[in-house]
């Protein structure tokens, strides 16, 4: 077998899990396709130690300790597709360079992908001033007018939360359907309802709505739906598993799929999503996969 494991993707999660086996000297292939999911966020909060880095920094800080180990590869590449050899055979997986790659275990630290709402502007500042996190990006609007634009009924929940950090108003647009409780709830928390539909972000994070009226916010949030960013766990027959905001890969408490030997980590394969919650958990998915390999 040419590598005890592959992880594709070296984000946060991936690099977590691969630092354990690397110090248990097990030679590791990481491949990984540059795409971390906040790559459009400027500054990274909420992980202990790197509260307000940059999160390109702190992912290139962690490679380069990684990249001290002899066992480790490392791939700049997408795998497009990866298949299971039969038993004892490992997996199998292929980058988007033609190679193949032989492992007898996988680990999948793919991330998610987000499925923003349909609105012009909105995708230019995904991470700017529109974000789905209280937790990441809240303190720093300073307990300014916050506004959250409906995308489902979760942004209900987002709204009333989002309270904790500024005054709220919940843009509707035509996204969701209020009944009396709802407007109750809404209504308890001091939140604002605004029904005009949107037709546009403007400036920061200001909200142009289709009466002509403008809305000014020191910032935005939204619920995107999220699904595993890639189809490989979908290839080699790993079942899935609804989440409150779309689908992730299923896994038992050793952090298996169910396709024996291949795990999961990170937010392809946990919620709450954050730096740090992918780190623990790419970090106990690394573990877990050596004990396989020795038990
Ligand atoms: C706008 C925004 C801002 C955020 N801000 C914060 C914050 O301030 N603080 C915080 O704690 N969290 C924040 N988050 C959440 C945080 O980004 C994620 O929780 C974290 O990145 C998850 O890490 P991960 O390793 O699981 O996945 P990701 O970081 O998404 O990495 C997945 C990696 O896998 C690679 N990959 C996927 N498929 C393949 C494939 N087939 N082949 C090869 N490589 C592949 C991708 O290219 C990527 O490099 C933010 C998220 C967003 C969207």
Redesign the pocket.
């Known amino acids: 077998m040419s590598h005890d494991v592959i992880v ?7 690099m977590a899990a691969a630092l354990q086996l690397l110090r248990a000297r097990r030679k590791v292939l990481i ?8 790559r ?2 400027d ?5 202990l130690g790197q509260d307000g880095a940059d ?1 390109a920094m702190i992912a290139g800080k962690a490679r380069s300790e990684l990249e001290a180990y002899p066992t480790l590869q490392w791939l700049d ?4 597709e990866a298949s299971t050899n039969g038993p004892d055979g490992g997996f199998s997986v292929r980058s988007w360079n033609g190679a193949h790659h032989v492992g007898a275990r996988l680990i999948l ?4 992908s ?1 499925t923003l709402p349909d609105i012009t502007g909105l995708a230019e500042r ?2 700017q001033y529109v ?3 209280p937790y ?2 809240g303190y720093e609007l300073d307990q300014g007018q916050i506004g959250v634009i409906a995308a489902g009924p979760m942004s209900l929940h987002q709204a009333e939360l989002l309270t904790e950090w500024g005054e709220v108003t919940l843009l509707v647009s035509g996204a969701l359907a209020l009944d009396e409780a709802a407007r109750a709830k809404l209504a308890a928390r001091h939140i604002r309802i605004e029904e005009a539909p949107i037709l546009g972000i403007e400036g920061g994070a200001d909200v142009r709505l289709e009466d002509g009226r403008r809305l000014r916010f020191a910032g935005l949030f939204t619920a995107p739906r999220t699904a595993p ?2 189809p ?1 766990a979908e290839q080699l027959g790993c079942e899935l598993e609804p989440t409150v905001s779309g689908t992730q890969i299923r896994r038992n408490e050793m952090h298996e799929t169910s396709v024996p030997g291949v795990f999961a ?4 394969a946990h919620i709450p ?6 780190v623990g958990d ?1 970090a106990l998915t690394g573990i877990m996969v050596h004990r396989s390999l020795v038990f």
């Open positions: 594709v993707g070296g984000s946060y999660a991936g491949i990984d396709a540059g795409q971390r999911r906040n459009a966020a500054a990274s909060h909420g992980f999160p590449d997408l795998a497009p630290a793919t991330g998610v987000d995904w991470g974000f789905h996190c990441c990006h960013s890639t490989i980590c990170g937010d392809a999503h954050s730096v740090s919650i992918a790419g």
